[in-house]
């Protein structure tokens, strides 16, 4: 048997010994991840210098740069070992997590199916079908109450809507001639209208010709004093 095998087949003997918890272990292997991480920043360090050795000495010590050279190897093959070890570690980790996420999210699940059943202990099908029953028949109640109260009370609904329309049609004729009686009329001039001067066809001659400012104030005159009759036959309508 191979030391390998009786290294694994010892630590699997031991009963004393518990398992670790899936925390401890996913602490332990980011702590390796980390310190592999290190030692691939080294190894990377060491195959540069080791490259600059070889470029330095070149031909003219060829025996340090083979040695240089060897020396790269052999790190790159420690680094190709390590990016090996890190990809495995990582694959644990992740399936470790996951194991982890599906044991707590089973024990959830367990938890609140026990609560669940906890709850519906107490709860009766009739008495629920009675309970939504009643729900259903007071919301219909209140339903037709409020459909009662958005109806339109009938007051006035016997009046003849042409009878309303004549008295207010009178109301507004009453205001207005208390509107009429309100107004001042101008006074009418006592005096008589002088009469025109009688036409003497003698003197049709001599008598001189009227100006044209004469002619518009004259016309201007009958046509306020025209107004003036117009407005005095409209109020006394």
């Known amino acids: 048997m191979s030391k390998l095998g009786k290294f694994f087949k010892g630590g699997g003997s031991s009963k004393s010994r518990a398992a670790p918890s899936p925390q ?9 991840e980390e310190m592999l991480g290190k030692k691939q920043e080294y190894l990377e360090n060491r195959i540069q210098r080791e490259l600059s050795l070889a470029k330095k000495h070149g031909t003219q010590n060829k025996r340090a740069a083979l040695q240089a050279l060897k020396r ?10 390590i990016d090996g070890t890190l990809s495995t570690i990582e694959f644990q980790r ?17 938890m609140a199916a026990k609560a669940m059943k906890a709850v519906h202990e107490n709860m009766d099908l009739n008495k629920i079908d009675d309970l939504m029953q009643e729900i259903t ?17 009938g007051f006035g609904a016997d009046f003849d809507e042409d009878e309303l329309m004549a008295e207010l049609e009178e109301l507004e004729q009453e205001e207005l001639n208390k509107k009429m009686t309100n107004i001042r009329l101008p006074n009418v001039p006592s005096s008589s209208l002088p009469a025109p ?8 001659a001599s008598m001189p010709s009227s100006t044209p400012r004469t002619r518009a104030a004259s016309s201007r005159r ?16």
């Open 24 to 32: 401890e272990a996913l602490a332990r292997l980011r702590e390796t």
């Open 137 to 153: 028949e007071q919301q219909d109640i209140a339903q037709e109450i409020s459909e009662a109260f958005s109806q339109r009370v």
């Open 72 to 81: 790269k190897k052999r790190f790159e093959k420690q680094l190709t070992q």
């Open 222 to 237: 009958a046509e306020e004093e025209e107004d003036d009759i117009k407005q005095l036959a409209a109020w006394a309508t």
């Open 94 to 110: 992740e399936a470790l997590e996951n194991s982890h996420t599906n044991t707590e999210v089973l024990k959830n699940m367990g």
């Open 197 to 204: 001067p009688e036409r003497v066809p003698g003197r049709m």
